[in-house]
């Protein structure tokens, strides 16, 4: 059974993530399924991708689906970690991809939402980046992603709590565009796709790619990238990612 549906009209592709009883977690096959849509979106010459969920649960996404994360010895965010090839993919679509969120955004859909070009929400929208949780360290991509995004102290607030940031703060602080009520979220998102692809889709196009190799114009030597993945490693094969790991499967509160 298809873990998303897609649909194709006016130029504006749409991806809703439909795994509803597993609160639409970002499992390999979920992301495998995504990436195949904006595969197929682009050969179609879509001018515009929205990403949502099927349903109007209280969870856009549970985020990366932990039962799938390797639970001791090896690195679970490797380049080619799914996880990793959806952002790739988002972040290189040759035209803007939206969000469209009702509900809470755990974890790595948090990281999928900063991702997209636009996000639009409403009163129910929520998110929370949850490694301190796991005890699971994040990549120096994820990190550069969010800062390109967010200003540094939010930044901080959130991988250091860990706890949701409600929707009125993340219109505030710029996780969002814009913040509307859950009747007005639909129209409003599709009718900036539809203003979207009636645009130059080549100047369109040039821009979202400029201004993601601007962003993300991050400079760092050899040495401090080594030091910067050593702290990685340090916490991967330490006790915390396996605490934290196994509490999460065990649905009971991990021991730091």
């Known amino acids: 059974m298809a873990l998303i549906q897609t649909s194709l009209a006016d130029d504006i592709g749409t991806v809703a993530f439909d795994r509803d009883t597993k609160r639409n977690a970002l499992s390999a096959e979920l992301i495998a399924e995504t990436i195949s849509a904006l595969d197929g979106f682009e050969q179609k010459r879509a001018r515009v991708v929205v990403l949502r969920s099927a349903s109007a649960g209280k969870v856009w996404s549970a985020g990366h689906d932990v039962a799938e994360l390797p639970v001791a010895d090896v690195d679970p965010l490797p380049y080619n970690d799914p996880l990793e090839q959806l952002l790739r993919a988002v972040k290189g679509f040759p035209a803007p991809v939206i969000a469209m969120v009702h509900g809470s955004v755990w974890g790595g859909a948090c990281d999928l939402v900063i991702a997209c070009d636009l996000v639009y929400g409403d009163e129910t929208a929520a998110f929370a980046i949850t490694p301190a949780k796991l005890g699971l360290p994040y990549n120096v991509g994820g990190f550069v992603n969010f800062m390109s995004r967010l200003p540094l102290n939010v930044v901080k ?47 369109v196009a040039a821009a979202k790619e400029s201004l993601r190799v601007l962003s993300q114009a991050v400079s760092i030597d050899p040495a401090t990238f080594e030091y910067l993945h050593g702290l990685r490693r340090d916490v991967y094969f330490g006790p915390d990612y396996h605490e934290g790991t196994q509490a999460f499967l065990e649905k009971r509160a991990p021991k730091f």
Do not use: C, H, K, W
């Open 157 to 203: 607030e959130m991988f250091f709590s860990a706890d949701l940031i409600d929707a009125e703060r993340a219109e505030r602080v710029g996780i969002v565009n814009q913040i509307v009520p859950a009747d007005q979220l639909q129209d409003t998102v599709y009718t900036m796709a539809r203003t979207i692809a009636s645009r130059s889709s080549a100047a």
